[in-house]
């Protein structure tokens, strides 16, 4: 595990300008509300996750002092996808680290104040942002997919309350695409948040 100096290096790519077709916006905050993220229109989705490294992910952010739980009992993490052009950070940016574990393409990002778990972003310049659906409290969308099922614990019994996959399914795969069109063909309007 290890966290990099600066947290404006995590950010770089999220909060690029807001269209004006994303009417409403629902706020995410930290457990003790010292961080705030703005999040833009509808959510691409809602998944649940159950890749090795989301699970040693969440344990590590979960072994934090004082964290809140990250994993479902059955060893899924849960995250809110949205298009990074759509996320703002209004309040407490500078309160965000990174923990990145080993060389793995991804990192979560917590709040310090109160190692609440907010984001995880990927290294690469991907066209989304996976919010963890805890910081929605009750404005968590619905969910939609079970994801990478395959590395579940073989001790877990994963719900039937949406359809599951043991990786990646084509709905979700239609659906981050249909995204990345929408986000190149919607005109920036807003100021650019450069976080």
Same mark, same amino acid.
């Given at each position: 595990?290890?966290?990099? /100096?600066?947290?404006?290096? +995590?950010?770089?790519?999220?909060?690029?300008? %807001?269209? =004006?077709? @994303?009417?409403?916006? !629902?706020?995410?905050?930290?457990?003790?509300?010292?961080?705030?993220?703005?999040?833009?229109?509808?959510?691409?989705?809602?998944?649940?996750?159950?890749?090795?490294?989301?699970?040693?992910?969440?344990?590590?952010?979960?072994?934090?002092?004082?964290?809140?739980?990250?994993?479902?009992?059955?060893?899924?993490?849960?995250?809110?996808?949205?298009?990074?052009?759509?996320? /703002?950070?209004?309040?407490? +940016?500078?309160?965000?680290?990174?923990?990145? %574990?080993? =060389?793995? @393409?991804?990192?979560? !990002?917590?709040?310090?104040?109160?190692?609440?778990?907010?984001?995880?972003?990927?290294?690469?310049?991907?066209?989304?942002?996976?919010?963890?659906?805890?910081?929605?409290?009750?404005?968590?969308?619905?969910?939609?997919?079970?994801?990478?099922?395959?590395?579940?614990?073989?001790?877990?019994?994963?719900?039937?309350?949406?359809?599951?996959?043991?990786?990646?399914?084509?709905?979700?795969?239609?659906?981050?695409?249909?995204?990345?069109?929408?986000? %190149?063909?919607?005109?920036?309007?807003?100021?650019?948040?450069?976080?």
């Amino acid at each position: 595990m290890s966290a990099a /100096a600066a947290p404006d290096r +995590v950010f770089k790519s999220v909060g690029r300008p %807001i269209s =004006e077709e @994303a009417q409403t916006s !629902v706020l995410v905050r930290c457990s003790c509300g010292s961080v705030e993220m703005k999040v833009y229109g509808a959510p691409i989705t809602s998944a649940v996750c159950y890749c090795d490294t989301c699970q040693i992910g969440s344990r590590e952010l979960e072994a934090l002092p004082n964290a809140r739980p990250v994993q479902d009992e059955d060893g899924g993490t849960a995250y809110v996808m949205h298009r990074s052009d759509r996320v /703002a950070y209004s309040k407490g +940016v500078e309160l965000l680290s990174p923990l990145k %574990i080993d =060389e793995t @393409a991804t990192r979560r !990002v917590f709040a310090s104040c109160c190692n609440s778990a907010m984001v995880m972003r990927f290294d690469d310049a991907r066209h989304w942002v996976a919010l963890y659906r805890a910081r929605f409290e009750s404005e968590a969308p619905a969910l939609e997919f079970r994801i990478c099922t395959k590395f579940k614990s073989a001790t877990a019994a994963i719900p039937n309350d949406v359809p599951r996959s043991a990786m990646y399914p084509p709905g979700l795969i239609v659906k981050l695409i249909k995204a990345k069109i929408a986000m %190149i063909l919607s005109a920036p309007l807003a100021a650019s948040v450069d976080r």
